[in-house]
């Protein structure tokens, strides 16, 4: 099955602990992002990668940081330095014009 | 700066009649817009697009209409179905969507039909 795997769906963690969300893709698509959605503000860009070993800051990238080793795999990490980590998270892949969503993670700080 | 706005947060419509969700832009460099739908707790999903060589894209229930000159465009569903509510993002880029160009998202209109 093709598609964008977040996991977990749900994540607890204490404040101040670091803790690391996963986003696998089997699309074969180069370009690959995080957003964050919180209660009426939309989908706010956190970091972007466009191909393997490279990545950009997006609008709100402060607290959190990401790693692109692989194609398939994007993961970010929510740092103790994010000031309200509690939301959630989607990751997407782009291909030509359009996005691809996963079913997101609901990441809720302690 | 909020490049992509959607000014109302949500919308309530009758079953069967038409729902009008609206976006303005203020990046004159945005050539290609699509509309998401998200339900709660769910990734976005894609529903239409249109380049800005165009003014009007139809699929089935869904049209969308460009104003470039106005920088406005507008999703229209006709007819609304209790199962469209949902929140409806609309979404901009630059170089006609190119995959190594990001989207930018507006805060998204909530739409309740009601039966």
């Known amino acids: 099955d093709g598609g964008i795997t977040q996991s977990p769906k749900y994540l607890f963690r204490k404040e101040g602990q670091n803790v690391t969300l996963s986003c696998e893709q089997n699309?074969?698509?180069?370009?690959m992002y995080w957003y964050r959605q919180d209660p009426g503000q939309g989908l706010r860009l956190i970091y972007y990668?466009?191909?393997?070993?490279?990545?950009q800051k997006g609008d709100i990238a402060e607290g959190y940081s990401v790693s692109r080793e692989k194609k398939e795999s994007f993961p970010l990490t929510v740092t103790s330095a994010q000031k309200n980590p509690t939301a959630f998270y989607l990751c997407?892949?782009?291909?030509?014009?359009?996005?691809?969503f996963g079913q997101g993670t609901r990441l809720t700080v302690v | 700066d909020q490049q992509v706005k959607q000014n109302s947060p949500s919308l309530s419509v009758q079953e069967g009649r038409i729902s009008i969700l609206n976006c303005d832009y203020t990046?004159?460099?945005?050539?290609?817009f699509l509309w998401y739908k998200k339900y709660p707790a769910e990734g976005p999903t894609f529903l239409i697009s249109?380049?800005?060589?165009?003014d009007k894209n139809e699929d089935g229930r869904f049209t969308v209409f460009l104003n470039k000159s106005a920088k406005h465009l507008s999703l229209h569903i006709v007819p609304s179905q209790p199962g469209d509510s949902a929140v409806y993002f609309c979404?901009?880029?630059?170089?006609?969507?190119?995959?190594?160009?990001?989207?930018?998202f507006g805060k998204g209109t909530l739409l309740t039909v009601n039966p």
């Open positions: 979404a901009a880029s630059v170089n006609s969507g190119g995959s190594n160009y990001k989207l930018t």
């Open positions: 249109i380049s800005s060589i165009k």
């Open positions: 990046n004159s460099m945005f050539d290609y």
């Open positions: 990668s466009q191909i393997v070993n490279d990545f």
């Open positions: 699309l074969n698509h180069d370009a």
């Open positions: 997407a892949t782009k291909f030509r014009g359009e996005a691809f």
